[in-house]
């Protein structure tokens, strides 16, 4: 049977993000819209308070059973039911929060126990830290099995070269997991993953990328030029490529990195459709006359809007709940994905709409509608997230999309 309430635990959560959101997040949104970067004396109080709210401490990580068990655990319902309060906070600040980031489901999923405590025990240092994700490049964006970026094996490690773009905490990041092709013309099969270190000579990340929303969190482009990954910094160890050309070990944690990220992302965009909504129903209610055509208008406007969040709400829980209990949710992750990242931006836009010069520059909704836009664009666009589903729906058939 289906069930829909949350645990005590769940509850909690959900209330201490939302308090969090609201009285730390909010206040500062704007100030660091304009500054560009989130203040470094907020992210040092936050992170001296102990405070664990990136996405990623809550021990997500894909789904799929390992060797036909079943180990239920709830780190994926907790990370969207605490992304969605902290996105209505502020979607940007949500993303520079201190913490493994992107990084995190890779290095938890594929890494070794070493790996594991070496890189994921930093983040309870007294100086916020973050970790990254770098897969994209000039040349492969959607078609992700078209990465540049070359490995070369030498004694006692791989030597990597190559450009990557649009990192997501990349210049920051203490680490970052860097997908790298040992044999371009293997495809997916020649696909590796390293953790390469910030201060590793010949990685360095010359711009960061100026942007029409999300302003306060840092993209970066990074470019490894001869640099050196010791062999301890392959993620997972040798043993984990050994069947590559048959499996493709790289590619496929590229992949499942997303099917517990899509539902986080999911989760951020439904945060910020709320926040537009109940702002915007909140101006409607006090200031629209209460009889009349355009209140009609507006009312019916603002139910359709209450309806689709809730919609894609669903959607993204039963995504995260899947991973949760263990059950392959690709198809799952990328549909919340394409419908709650289109839902939030037809959400802010209407809100818009309703607000008339309200919602003109400089205000927070104006804000909001700038930094949803990348919502079915980063963790795959929308064509892409169809494009998993399409290939789910026509397996059973053999026909190949
Ligand atoms: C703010 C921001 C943060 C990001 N953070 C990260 C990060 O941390 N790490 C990281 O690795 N990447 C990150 N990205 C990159 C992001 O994931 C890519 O931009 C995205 O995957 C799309 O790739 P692309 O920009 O190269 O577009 P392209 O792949 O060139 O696509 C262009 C258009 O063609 C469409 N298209 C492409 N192929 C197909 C197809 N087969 N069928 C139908 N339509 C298709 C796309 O849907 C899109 O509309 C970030 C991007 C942004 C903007």
């Known amino acids: 049977m289906i069930d829909f309430e949350l645990s005590e635990q769940q509850n909690q959560i959900k209330e201490m993000t939302h308090w969090f959101a609201e009285n730390e997040i909010r206040p500062i949104a704007m100030e660091a ?4 970067d989130v203040p470094y ?3 040092q109080k936050i992170n001296s308070m102990g405070i664990q ?3 990623s401490s809550f021990g997500g990580g894909s789904g799929e059973s390992k060797g036909g068990k079943k180990k239920e655990r709830e780190g994926n319902r907790m990370g969207v039911l605490a992304t969605e309060e902290m996105a209505w906070g502020d979607p940007a600040i949500t993303l520079s929060l201190p913490g493994a980031g992107l990084g995190g489901p890779p290095v938890q999923s594929s890494g070794t126990p070493e790996q594991q405590e070496r890189f994921l025990s930093i983040f309870t240092a007294d100086e916020p830290r973050w970790g990254a994700y770098a897969l994209t490049e000039p040349e492969a964006g959607s078609d992700a099995s078209g990465v540049q970026t070359t490995a070369k094996k030498v004694d006692g490690g791989y030597v990597l070269n190559g450009q990557k773009i649009f990192i997501t905490n990349g ?3 203490s680490w970052v997991v860097v997908f790298a092709t040992v044999d371009a013309s293997l495809g997916k099969a020649g696909q590796r993953a390293f953790v390469v270190e910030k201060g590793m000579k010949g990685f360095s990340s010359p711009k960061k990328v100026e942007k029409m929303g999300l302003r306060a969190n840092e993209t970066a482009e990074l470019v490894l030029e001869d640099c050196f990954v010791p062999d301890e910094n392959l993620l997972g160890g040798e043993e984990l490529y050994q069947e590559s050309d048959t499996k493709p070990s790289g590619f496929r944690v590229a992949m499942k990195t997303f099917d517990s990220t899509r539902p986080i992302v999911a989760s951020m965009a439904i945060g910020i459709a709320r926040a537009a909504y109940e702002y915007t ?3 409607v209610r006090k200031e629209y006359p209460k009889s009349g055509r355009l209140f009609h208008l507006a009312s019916e406007t603002l139910a359709t809007l209450e309806q689709n969040i809730q919609a894609a709400r669903l959607l993204t829980w039963e995504a995260a709940w899947k991973a949760d209990v263990g059950e392959a ?3 799952e992750a990328a549909m919340c994905k394409a419908y709650a990242g289109q839902m939030a931006l037809d959400v802010c836009e209407r809100c818009l709409e309703l607000l008339g010069p309200a919602g003109l520059d400089g205000h927070i ?3 909001w509608y700038r930094d949803v836009k990348v919502f079915d664009i980063f963790e795959g666009t929308n064509q892409v997230q169809h494009l998993v589903v399409a290939r789910r729906q026509y397996a059973p ?3 190949k999309v």
């Open 329 to 331: 949710n690709a198809k």
């Open 53 to 55: 709210l990136n996405t």
């Open 365 to 367: 909704v104006e804000k």
């Open 33 to 36: 819209e304009k500054l560009g």
């Open 281 to 283: 129903l909140d101006i």
């Open 397 to 399: 058939y053999g026909v």
């Open 41 to 43: 004396e907020w992210l």
């Open 171 to 173: 210049a920051r990041a």
